[in-house]
């Protein structure tokens, strides 16, 4: 027997799609749902903090001038828009803080910035809570999975995980709309074969398209999805044929990891979940900081150097000059010296930490020169398996003090309780959502199995106390009337 040509041999989308159409929640083991739950109320606890950003402000802005009505909720609102319009701007508000939850293999990634499509497809197709839970664990399943799959990651040739997003987003989307699995395979070819994004977004100096680029990427498989729907061809061998994904960012993939034992376990189980609100590689080194300025009472007027010794990556992405001088929020949540100034001197890292006032606070400013970052090449070795980092401060008088981590709070090996998810979300809901109104969302998502309607819940999302503009609205809006005078 010959063997199977380009043509008839079986793509690997078609068998993901396969796999995706027939996914069931009877077919989910209990703490895959239950992990979706936790993820849920975090993420929309990120929501609702990001609908007070700035960013977010104004691509609601926009969206109100393009978006169509619909069947779709956007959190915060509670605006009825076209599915693709909401899966951006629910992505956005999950993402915006860089606060959501985190997974990092070869390759980094946010899979709950996909949530969004399963929402807006599940509301499309007036699906409940158990349809739901399917989209949030098949999109940690397909996202995981893609960030295992290349050696090395392609954010390390200079490539951004949305890239990854736009291959799983439309599977999510599709499925979610109930699409037949052939459907599902084209709405990955439209959305993967035009959505690649360069790694330039966290490189250097940040904007506010670090946490945009992800979200369009969602939005690009919602609007995928819906093409697909109507009829709409994509590309079948958009990952392992000519001019797909392996060919185009070569060298190495292992492609049997995007299949292989589907369904006997969920990596979704497996998935961390930000204890601060910046870039991953920083929690670490964040945490050890702050053991140790808590543990021997250190204040900045004492510390003469703060030597992080820690992945290559850490030291090309989160430290290179910029980040020595961050004058933006995306940069500052990105800069290693930033936040460990802050652990430093206020001895904490929230979101008040990267308010415009802090980030240009002259006794913040002052401790960055005193960062040091060097790439290890022996916690090079233990990565990723080991998220290591080695601090040691010295201090004025000669003092040193040392401390090694091998992977942060919410990492799943030290994972945040489901107090501590309450108490983030509380925190983030704060001033758009009244106590009762954080209650009530609360209680559905812990019984999501339960609610009959998607919509229902996403309605309780619709914010109830008037939300407080942040210092960078507050500084616009000063620029805004100047300009007027």
Known sequence: MSAPTEATKETITAKMARWAAALDYKHLSEDAIYQAKRFLLDSVGCA??????????????????????????????????????ASLANALMIRCMDYNDIYWKQDPSHPSDIFPAAMAACERAKSGGKELIVGFVLGHELEMRLCEAAFPGIRERGWHHATLTAFVSPFVAGRGLRLPWEQIQHAVGISASRHCTLGAVTAGKLTMMKNTVDPMATQSGMFAALLAEKGYT???????????????????????????????????????????????????????????????????????????????????????????DPHTKETADHSLPYVIATALVDRQVTPAQFEMA?????????????????????????????????????????????????YPKGDPRNPLTDQEIEEKFAALADG??????????????????????VSKLMALTKADVRVKKSSHAKSRLKTKAKTRR
């Not at 393009?66 to 009825?80: D, F, S």
């Not at 758009?432 to 009959?452: C, F, P, R, T």
Request: aromatic letters at 4%; one cysteine or more.
């Open 432 to 453: 758009v959502l009244s106590a009762k109104a954080q209650q009530g969302l609360k209680d559905a998502i812990w019984n999501l199995e339960k609610v009959a309607s």
């Open 234 to 324: 994509g590309p079948e061998h958009v990952i392992d044929g000519k001019e797909g994904l392996v060919h185009c960012f070569g060298p190495e993939w292992k492609l049997n990891i995007l299949t292989d034992g589907l369904g006997d376990s969920w990596r979704i189980t497996q998935c961390g979940m930000k204890f601060f609100p910046t870039e991953a590689l920083t929690h670490a080194p964040i945490s050890a900081v702050l053991d140790l300025v808590k543990k021997n009472d250190l204040h900045p007027d004492q510390v003469a150097k703060i030597q992080i010794r820690s992945l290559a990556r850490a030291a090309d992405i989160l430290s290179d000059p910029s980040k020595y």
């Open 48 to 85: 609702l903090g990001g609908y007070q950003q700035l960013d977010v402000k104004i691509a609601l802005e926009v969206l109100d001038e393009v978006a169509a009505r619909g069947p779709a909720t956007v959190v915060g609102t509670g605006k009825r828009v076209d599915a693709v319009s």
């Open 358 to 406: 802090k980030i240009m606070d002259p006794t913040i400013r002052a401790q960055l020169k005193k960062v040091e970052v060097v790439a290890d090449p022996e916690i090079e070795k233990v990565f990723p398996a080991l998220q290591r980092v080695v601090v040691t401060i010295t201090t004025t008088d000669g003092k040193s003090f040392a401390e090694q981590l091998d």
